[in-house]
């Protein structure tokens, strides 16, 4: 019998440890950035940005920013989702970040900053809405794996180097 209650015990614990493992894993990680609520559910590597407005500028290396946990995940994060409400991609937000493979840009979004996405390796395609009408310097350099891009009808400005 007392083999019976250790062993019981025994499974019980086991079971208990797993599920604290597999929710902590499936918890994602939140914040603020300005008037911006981010996102990140680790397990399908998708980071959701939501709210309204312009995007505050990313600064490498700035210890208090709320989006230096960009530095910290930026290798996890293989989809960005950015919702209705935003109008622009600030410089520097996703650059570097070697595993994104999808974007989704929303009809709202008016600007794609400086450096915004370069260095992305994996993002082989990327549609752009209409709704862009300036796509600053090197948004898109170095990403070696990008075969199609879909550019705005409205374009008004395109700066150096967007694609080297």
Known sequence: MKKFLILTLSIIAL???????SFAEETPHKG?????????????GTLTITGSGEMN?????GGTDAWHFYNFYNYDIKKVVIS?????VSAN??????????????????KIGMDAFSGCYSLESIDIPD?????????FAQCSGLKSITLP???????NYMFT
């Open 15 to 21: 079971v208990l440890c797993f599920s604290i493992v």
């Open 32 to 44: 603020t950035w300005g008037e911006l609520s981010w996102e990140f559910y680790e397990p399908t």
């Open 57 to 61: 500028e990313f600064y490498f290396g």
């Open 84 to 88: 209705e409400g935003i109008t622009s």
């Open 93 to 110: 937000a996703f650059r570097m970040f070697s595993s994104l493979e999808e974007v989704v840009l929303p009809s709202t979004l008016e």
């Open 131 to 139: 709704s862009v009408t300036e796509i600053g310097e090197r948004a």
């Open 153 to 159: 009808s409205g374009l008004t400005a395109i700066s």
